[in-house]
């Protein structure tokens, strides 16, 4: 029996967080937890005990004073950490490689430890270490990525451009993007790409009113490429910017011709993505792919005829998947050498069909060993990771990872730290206005549901103009 007794009810889903980290494998018939978290009007009370419903024997109490001065987020942050050191004591044989954190954004967090430590980069990785309870290799793994995005400028002035396509051939089943196979909403792809175009076309007139400057575009979604060669350069025509990055995520190599590079090519596209996911055809059969490995290595052969930067996805934990299964895909796509190797950390996601309806996983201590074996053999190749992000429900709490070989994404380092506007245009798309000054972030979201997206494309627009007012 758990109990968690709070006054704020915005702490109760950041602390089932730190629950899950605990109680994915573990009995919990025989414990009893008692959080009681209270706010006065100068401080936070945090007081916790636990104990065996067996004997009664009490475990631990703790508690924590947290003044009131302090920011909202720190004492969610206090909060969780108490509650944490409570369970870590419980199950001390319980590894959790990123300690106590389940946000998203462990490198958001590093950043501000460097901030608060005038800079110092030892004691904001002995804070990670010693207070959130991280791992020091994946500390030092962290510290590896700043430095690798240090280049990268950080200016409210300084835009992204984001453009969401949500069709794909067919659904995998760990997806749980709003995208729809395309033969279930064929006729709902002209009407989207009129709304989509007239959204775009607002969203300059914001770029040229607030004198932004672009930094890259990146069309996702879904399977852009889905989309024929006529649809890909009626859509990329209204993109008449000249920038230094322009992805187009190409995803399935099912939907990559001659024609469609060639148009990608003439609207000065430098970056796609091919996305494997693996290279075993039995997985592929499995998570819903309707093409093989051998169609991977056709679609990303003729890509090379056009010197844009590929980027390969990979994902560790698929169906039955053993670590030796994951090493072959891993390696091939090293053979193949493409500019970035992202590798991601199966999620099970609320609304995929993994979730709904169940399905295969890798065991997650193989999972464990598929990451570690990719930082090994893919820094080895001469891939540094740049960018890296954490997801709800992730095989062993891990991470996604992004590999660099010469170029890094800049798109993906400004979507992930949060450190730049990003105008988003399409379903589902969320624009973010990012305000230097107060390193705060500001955002609205496009509306899901396809239809609803088509007929009420002006009522957004309004919403956006008024983001970025």
């Not at 009626?234 to 011709?257: A, H, Q, S, W």
């Not at 890296?388 to 992930?416: A, P, T």
């Not at 000054?437 to 494309?457: G, H, M, P, S, V």
């Amino acid at each position: 029996m758990i109990k968690i007794n709070v006054d704020n009810e915005k702490l109760i889903d950041e602390l089932t967080l730190v629950l899950k980290l605990f109680y994915s494998d573990i009995d919990i018939q025989n414990l009893n937890i008692q959080f009681f978290v209270k706010q006065e009007v100068n401080n936070l009370d945090i007081k916790t005990v636990a104990y065996s419903s067996l004997d009664e024997k009490k475990y631990c109490s703790i508690d924590k004073i947290i003044d009131n001065k302090f920011p909202e987020r720190y004492k969610k942050r206090y909060a969780k950490l108490q509650l944490f050191y409570l369970l870590q004591d419980l199950f001390p044989n319980k590894i959790l490689p990123w300690g106590s954190l389940t946000g998203i954004r462990p490198t958001k967090l590093f950043y501000e430890l460097i901030k608060e430590n005038n800079g110092d980069y030892m004691k904001a990785m002995n804070i990670f270490v010693d207070v959130f309870k991280v791992t020091r290799q994946k500390a030092q793994f962290v510290k590896e990525i700043i430095k690798n995005q240090s280049h990268v400028i950080k200016n409210q002035n300084l835009v992204d451009l984001y453009i969401n396509i949500p069709f794909c051939p067919s659904k995998c089943y760990y997806c749980s993007f709003i995208s729809e196979p395309i033969d279930k909403c064929y006729e709902m792809v002209e009407p989207y790409l009129e709304a989509l175009i007239k959204e775009i076309i607002q969203t300059k007139e914001i770029i040229n009113r607030k004198s932004y400057l672009l930094k890259s575009i990146y069309i996702g979604g879904g399977t852009p490429t889905i989309l024929s060669s006529e649809q890909l350069d009626k859509l990329l025509n209204v993109l008449d910017y000249n920038v230094n990055e322009f992805t187009v995520e190409c995803g399935r190599p099912d939907t990559i011709t001659k024609e469609k590079l060639d148009v990608l090519k003439k609207h000065g596209v430098t970056r796609i993505s091919i996305n494997p996911q693996t290279f075993c055809n039995k997985t592929l059969r499995e998570i819903g792919r309707k093409h093989t490995s051998n169609d991977i290595l056709e679609a990303y052969k003729l890509s090379l005829n056009y010197d844009f930067q590929i980027n390969m996805d990979l994902i560790a934990g698929l169906g039955n998947e053993t670590l030796n299964t994951f090493k072959r895909s891993i390696n091939k796509a090293i053979q193949c050498a493409p500019d970035n190797i992202t590798v991601h950390t199966l999620s099970i996601k609320r609304g995929s069909n993994l979730k709904e309806y169940g399905g295969k996983t890798s065991f997650e201590d193989e999972v464990v060993k598929m990451i570690d074996y990719s930082y090994s053999v893919l820094t080895r190749a001469g891939y540094k990771p740049y960018y890296l992000y954490k997801q709800k429900n992730m095989l062993g709490n891990l991470e996604n990872i992004g590999y660099f070989r010469d170029k890094v994404c800049i798109f993906n380092i400004d979507s992930m730290e949060e450190c730049a506007s990003i105008l988003a245009c399409g379903a589902n798309a969320i624009s973010k206005r990012y305000y230097e000054l107060d390193n705060k972030i500001e955002r609205f979201a496009n509306l899901k549901n396809l239809r609803e997206y088509i007929t009420r494309i002006d009522e957004m627009i309004d919403k956006k103009n008024n983001l970025f007012k």
